[in-house]
Structures are given as C-alpha cells and as structure tokens.
C-alpha cells in the first residue's frame, strides 16, 4: 500500500506586525503633505477633546473653591436657648467633637460674662454690644477668619492678658491696626488691663464675633474667673458627611442632654455647590463625547478618501498577489498610526493651551491624568475604529476593478 502525497496549493504569507507596521509607515511617508494635514485635523480634534474638559474643570474648581468658602462644611452647636435649668457644654465639648470620624476640625469659644473699655476712666456703658469670649488657638481655620492686622492668639500669648478684636469691635474702641515697632495699644477688661495683639477681617461665617473681644483660654481662666465651659463649639467636616457628623454631634458633645445642643443646620451654599457640580460634570462628558465623534469622523472620512485616492496602487498590490488580510492591515495600521500622531500632539497642545488660560483667568490648573490617556489611548482607539470600514472597502476591491478605474 503506498502513500499518496497530498498536493496543496501554495500557502498565502502572513506578513509580520512589524511589516504591516512598516507599510503603514510607508503609506504615511509617501503622502507627506495630506498626511501632515490629516494628523493635524486629528490633533485639532484631539486637543479640543483636552481644552473642553481641561478648562471647564479649571472653572468648576475655582467655583468650587468660592463655595467652600461660604461654609459648606461648617457647622456650630451651642446649648438651646431658653432652656430651664440652663444648658452648659463640657470644657472639653470642642475635643469631643474633634473625635468623630469625618470632623477635620473643632475649636470653641466661650463667654466670660466680663466687660471691656478703651480705659477705666471709660463710661461703662459703652461697652454695650461687645462680648468678651474666651477662645481656643484654633479658632480661625474652624471659622474660615483672616488677621487683619497683627497676629491671632498662639499657645503662648493665649497665656498673658492679650486680646484680638473682632472688626466691629476694633472700631468701636477706636482701633483700626496693630502699629508694628511701637507700643500695642490696651484695653481695660473685667478691671485689668490686656494688650492689643491683633484685629481680624469681618467673619460671614461667625458674624457674632465681629463684636467679639477674644482673650486665650488660659488667661480667661486665671484672670477673668471664667469657669472653662464652651458656649459655642465650631466644626468643620468632609462635606460629604456633613449630614452625618450634623446627626451625632448633639450627643457627642453633651451625651447627658442631646435633645438641649442646637446643631446648625449645613449652609445653603454646601446644597449649591452639590447641583452646580453634578451639572458640569455631566456637560463635561458631554462635550468630551462631542470631541471624540468629531475626531473619529475626520479620521474615517481621510481614510475614505485615501482609498479612493489609492485604488491604483490597490490594484497592482492585489495582482501582485497581496491577499484582501495585507491589504485591511496596511489601511489599518496608517489608520491607527496617523490617529497616535496626531493624539500624542493633540494632548500635548491642548494640556498647555488648557494651562495657559486657566493661568489667565486666575483659576487653578486642572488637568486630570484621565483626560490625557484618553486623548493619546483615545485617539488610537477612534483610529482603529474609523479605519475599519476603509480597510474593509480598500480589500474588496477587485484588481481589475482598481486598475480599471484609473
């Protein structure tokens, strides 16, 4: 019995990636003028993709920004009014708050029940209207407050009869700054006198203290008999969990008598600044979806137009014996290479234009790292995309069709 050897037909050579690579390569370089253009309009498209997102982001931030300092994630509890017998906070009702989880900040303040003069030669009853409160180190970051002029109490001057004057009440005692190389000015309280070592900018966040004389906690205690009670505890918190910390706080500060502690309800501003960021968010997707059609579009017409342009060379490649596969992964691969030309461009122009103008305008620069893989991985996905269909057409056309048409 002998064997038959089977006769098969020659097999067709799968070209390499590097060869398919190479011919894309070849395509582009042999139409250099209208490559160029074509991998221009793709950066255009590309870096539209970048600015449309980069920029708006930039001025959500700033907004963000102007919100958050409205006091979205500050709250203040204080004992209810009226209450019989009257309510009064711990000492440490300030550290007990500052235990709670998302709480990234607790001061207090506290009212000695004392009063103050310009002098003890001063008519008593201009003291009306001003209130001098006991006040922890770190009352200014939990109440979003600036010095005006001179310094806030530290943990060292907190301990000497020194005082910082709220805005209105610097001007009702007749000081407008702290003079710097001279004598600090004094005012008479609760019959000793205390140095002037600062006056703060108005508080829209704290308006009561704008009439405020606020003294250190520890000289309160040893000079003005104050018995170390908070008044008013200021918190602030991951705006995210405001709602949350709002819940516990009554407890957490006064477990005896949650149902007596008044806790602030979350400011208008926090409720704003939610909406207005849901409603950028989803025009920002929106414009970066625009973004990305437009460039898959302008790619997918240039190679349309290449394989009409081509049908030529089509042809003789396909009489030469180049299969319908060759010829879809040449069309391909410049599909796919004139997109990461013209991405990687693309990202790097619109990240600086992005840059530039958000600089201009005085808002922080945003530009997230996302937005830049997109636009470089993005680009080679719409290339692949937008060069299926040409590579599909440019490999069905038949030889003598192609070399016909010319």
Same mark, same amino acid.
């Given at each position: 019995?002998?064997?038959?050897?089977?006769?098969?037909?020659?097999?067709?050579?799968?070209?390499?990636? #590097?060869? =398919?690579?190479?011919?894309?390569?070849?395509?582009?370089?042999?139409?250099?003028?209208?490559?160029?253009? #074509?991998?221009?309009?793709?950066?255009?498209?590309?870096?539209?993709?970048?600015?449309?997102?980069?920029?708006?982001?930039?001025?959500?931030?700033?907004?963000?920004?102007?919100?958050?300092?409205?006091?979205?994630?500050?709250?203040?509890?204080?004992?209810?009014?009226?209450? !019989?017998?009257?309510?009064?906070?711990? +000492?440490?009702?300030?550290?007990?708050?500052?235990?709670?989880?998302?709480?990234?900040?607790?001061?207090?303040?506290?009212?000695?029940?004392?009063?103050?003069?310009?002098?003890?030669?001063?008519?008593?009853?201009?003291?009306?209207?001003?209130?001098?409160?006991?006040?922890?180190?770190?009352?200014?970051?939990?109440?979003?407050?600036?010095?005006?002029?001179?310094?806030?109490?530290?943990?060292?001057?907190?301990?000497?009869?020194?005082?910082?004057?709220?805005?209105?009440?610097?001007?009702?005692?007749?000081?407008?700054?702290?003079?710097?190389?001279?004598?600090?000015?004094?005012?008479?309280?609760?019959?000793?006198?205390?140095?002037?070592?600062?006056?703060?900018?108005?508080?829209?966040?704290?308006? !009561?203290?704008?009439?405020?004389?606020?003294?250190?906690?520890?000289?309160?205690?040893?000079?003005?008999?104050?018995?170390?009670?908070?008044?008013?505890?200021?918190?602030?918190?991951?705006?995210?969990?405001?709602?949350?910390?709002? $819940?516990?706080?009554?407890?957490?500060?006064?477990?005896?008598?949650?149902?007596?502690?008044?806790?602030?309800?979350?400011? !208008?501003?926090?409720?704003?600044?939610?909406?207005?960021?849901?409603?950028?968010?989803?025009?920002?997707?929106?414009?970066?979806?625009?973004?990305?059609?437009?460039?898959?579009?302008?790619?997918?017409?240039?190679?349309?137009?290449?394989?009409?342009?081509?049908?030529?060379?089509?042809?003789?490649?396909?009489?030469?014996?180049?299969?319908?596969?060759? =010829?879809?992964?040449?069309?391909?691969?410049?599909?796919?290479?004139?997109?990461?030309?013209?991405?990687? $461009?693309?990202?790097?122009?619109?990240?600086?234009?992005?840059?530039?103008?958000?600089?201009?305008?005085?808002?922080?620069?945003?530009?997230?790292?996302?937005?830049?893989?997109?636009?470089?991985?993005? +680009?080679?996905?719409?290339?692949?995309?937008?060069?299926?269909?040409?590579?599909?057409?440019?490999?069905?056309?038949?030889?003598?069709?192609?070399?016909?048409?010319?």
């Amino acid at each position: 019995m002998t064997r038959t050897a089977a006769v098969h037909g020659p097999r067709p050579v799968r070209p390499a990636f #590097s060869d =398919i690579l190479r011919l894309g390569l070849l395509g582009i370089r042999t139409r250099g003028p209208r490559a160029a253009l #074509s991998a221009l309009g793709i950066s255009i498209g590309i870096a539209t993709l970048v600015v449309v997102t980069a920029v708006p982001a930039s001025s959500q931030r700033a907004l963000m920004d102007r919100l958050s300092a409205l006091g979205t994630n500050m709250l203040r509890v204080a004992p209810q009014a009226n209450s !019989d017998p009257p309510v009064v906070l711990p +000492a440490d009702a300030d550290a007990m708050a500052a235990r709670i989880g998302p709480v990234t900040g607790a001061s207090a303040v506290a009212n000695t029940h004392t009063t103050v003069l310009r002098s003890d030669r001063a008519d008593p009853a201009d003291a009306s209207g001003i209130s001098v409160l006991a006040a922890r180190t770190n009352l200014l970051g939990a109440v979003h407050g600036t010095v005006r002029s001179g310094a806030f109490l530290t943990s060292t001057t907190a301990r000497f009869p020194t005082v910082v004057l709220g805005f209105r009440a610097a001007s009702r005692l007749g000081f407008d700054r702290v003079p710097v190389g001279k004598e600090p000015g004094q005012v008479y309280v609760g019959g000793r006198w205390f140095t002037v070592v600062g006056i703060l900018d108005p508080l829209p966040l704290a308006p !009561d203290l704008d009439s405020a004389v606020l003294v250190g906690w520890k000289a309160a205690q040893d000079r003005l008999g104050f018995d170390g009670h908070s008044t008013v505890v200021y918190v602030t918190a991951r705006e995210a969990q405001i709602e949350a910390v709002r $819940a516990v706080l009554p407890a957490t500060v006064h477990p005896q008598l949650p149902g007596l502690v008044q806790v602030s309800r979350p400011s !208008d501003a926090l409720a704003a600044k939610r909406a207005t960021e849901q409603t950028l968010s989803v025009l920002l997707l929106g414009l970066a979806g625009v973004a990305v059609l437009v460039g898959g579009v302008g790619v997918a017409n240039t190679m349309v137009v290449s394989v009409l342009e081509r049908r030529r060379e089509i042809g003789l490649r396909r009489a030469l014996g180049a299969s319908r596969g060759q =010829i879809r992964g040449q069309f391909l691969a410049e599909s796919v290479v004139l997109s990461a030309l013209g991405g990687g $461009a693309g990202t790097v122009l619109g990240a600086a234009g992005a840059a530039g103008y958000a600089v201009s305008q005085s808002w922080p620069v945003v530009i997230s790292p996302l937005a830049l893989v997109v636009g470089g991985a993005g +680009a080679v996905v719409v290339g692949m995309v937008a060069g299926v269909y040409p590579a599909v057409r440019a490999s069905v056309l038949a030889p003598t069709e192609a070399l016909a048409a010319v």
